[in-house]
């Protein structure tokens, strides 16, 4: 879901699965786009994991990435597995195009000269959401009226005693007040820029003191292939920056400043595998383009299934087994970090579902409905590292390509690839595991798989190695194999 998209056919899926992160320790953390703002886009399923991150890593430990070949094809029904599967997405292998469709949402428009319009779309598909990422418009959009009451008639204000000097109201450890102001520091309002002047807002957080900055794909998307893209934080100071790596598939983007401060201080990552239904939830972005705006919820619930797109023709979906948070998410939010009570990082808010079109200050763009979604930071944590090392991307998959047609049976491998091509790769994991197509997988390691588009987002929590048992039916029997997870680099 995203902030900007909802109600239309789901796009495209890629077919590999999202990694999960490491733990809230204090260490260096991690950090799309519609009308040219910083978008909270579409939710479609998720594509491949990464390898593994080397021992001693200096981030932490690193989430594991999920299974399946990679990049969807554009905006259509996602797809759940490998890229190119003929009549679905095969998870680690190929797209289903042919069932691939987007529900279109009216895009969050940027307020600005050169805005970037675009559509998102959102829905539930078989389980799985679709949302708009949350994009933020460059500028401001809204008017504020301030109206003075010059009656001068008698009125009695009390105000708080001052005697013994000024009182400083003291905000112990722990309380919103506190952790806000401990966090607001380390995040930044991107702004991304395109050669031909479009562009967006979105928000980013201090991944390690490098000058390293966590954010969405989709909020960097628009700089890539010379673009500008710059950082500002809350104390105005801002900054050039250039993008170290993307994942597509992932949402997940690390950028790094040019000539960054020697005082950066790196927010605390959490652990998004011990987050629990109803704990606390603080949220620091740009909704809107209103820098360093703090909003709180709780975690409405974990593990959804989300695809998320732009909603432009081109957009390619993006896969996670999501945070659910009703934590206030607008465009601009997105990249974002979605802080615990203790202020330390369990997600990157990343889309919404919105009700309606329409939004703040007659920009035309939806907004929050209490339905935000954010990648969790075990996963992203682990796709930053490898950005960071190699600036590619590594997806987990079983080279298979399942369908993205809607339905809660399973997840049913196609009878053919994409581009004609086999639907279970011959010696990949799927093919070794005896895996067949037809068979329709319903559980990966005890989780219920009701799509294909679920299949991938589970898929890419994993890491390639990663050992899984997956449960399948195959001519009304069941059966329950072990499948050691393949990889794939880069989003192609």
């Not at 994009?135 to 204000?157: P, V």
């Not at 703040?360 to 996963?379: D, H, M, R, V, W």
């Not at 390509?401 to 091509?421: E, K």
Request: glycine share 14%; proline share 9%.
């Amino acid at each position: 879901m995203s902030t900007e998209n909802e109600g239309n056919p789901v796009p495209p899926a890629p077919s590999a699965p999202p990694v999960p992160p490491s733990s809230p320790a204090a260490s260096p953390q991690a950090a799309t786009s519609d009308g040219g703002e910083a978008p909270t886009a579409p939710i479609p399923p998720a594509s491949q994991g990464a390898p593994g991150a080397s021992a001693g890593d200096p981030y932490g430990t690193a989430p594991q990435a999920p299974d399946a070949s990679w990049p969807p094809p554009p905006p259509a029904t996602p797809s759940y597995a490998d890229p190119g599967a003929g009549a679905g997405a095969a998870w680690g292998s190929s797209y289903d195009q042919q069932h691939q469709q987007y529900q279109q949402y009216q895009p969050f428009q940027q307020p600005q000269p050169a805005p970037k319009k675009g559509s998102g779309r959102g829905g539930l598909i078989a389980a799985v959401l679709v949302a708009a990422l949350v994009a933020g418009g460059l500028g401001g959009g809204l008017g504020y009226t301030l109206a003075k009451n010059n009656d001068d008639s008698g009125s009695t204000t009390i105000s708080a005693s001052s005697s013994g000097g000024a009182t400083q109201v003291k905000r112990a450890a722990g309380t919103i007040a506190a952790v806000a102001q401990n966090a607001l520091p380390s995040t930044v309002t991107i702004e991304s820029e395109g050669t031909n002047g479009e562009g967006g807002t979105g928000t980013g957080f201090v991944f390690d003191k490098q000058g390293h900055i966590i954010t969405n794909n989709h909020v960097v998307a628009d700089s890539l292939d010379g673009g500008k893209l710059t950082a500002t934080f809350p104390d105005g100071k801002k900054y050039d920056a250039e993008v170290v790596g993307h994942a597509q598939g992932y949402d997940v983007a690390v950028i790094k400043l040019k000539n960054p401060p020697r005082d950066l201080k790196p927010l605390a990552l959490g652990d998004s595998d011990k987050v629990a239904v109803g704990d606390e939830t603080i949220a620091i972005g740009a909704p809107f383009g209103l820098s360093n705006t703090v909003t709180t919820g709780i975690i409405s619930a974990k593990n959804r299934p989300v695809a998320s797109s732009d909603g432009s023709s081109t957009s390619k979906a993006s896969y996670m087994s999501a945070l659910q948070t009703d934590a206030s998410i607008n465009p601009g939010n997105s990249g974002g970090p979605l802080l615990d009570a203790s202020g330390a990082v369990i997600g990157i808010n990343s889309a919404i579902q919105s009700a309606s079109s329409g939004g703040l200050g007659s920009t035309g763009q939806s907004g929050s409905i209490g339905l935000g979604f954010a990648i969790p930071i075990n996963q992203a944590k682990y796709v930053a590292q490898q950005l960071i090392k190699t600036g590619k991307p590594v997806y987990a998959k079983i080279g298979a390509s399942v369908s993205l047609d809607d339905g809660t049976s399973g997840a049913q491998i196609t009878d053919s690839g994409s581009g004609g091509s086999a639907a279970v790769e011959s010696g990949g994991p799927a093919d070794k595991a005896g895996l067949k197509p037809g068979d329709v997988i319903t559980k990966l390691d005890g989780t219920v798989i009701d799509s294909g588009p679920t299949l991938i987002g589970e898929i890419w929590t994993h890491k390639p190695g990663d050992k899984v048992e997956i449960t399948y039916k195959r001519d009304g029997s069941e059966h329950t194999v072990t499948v050691t997870l393949g990889s794939r680099i880069g989003d192609n």
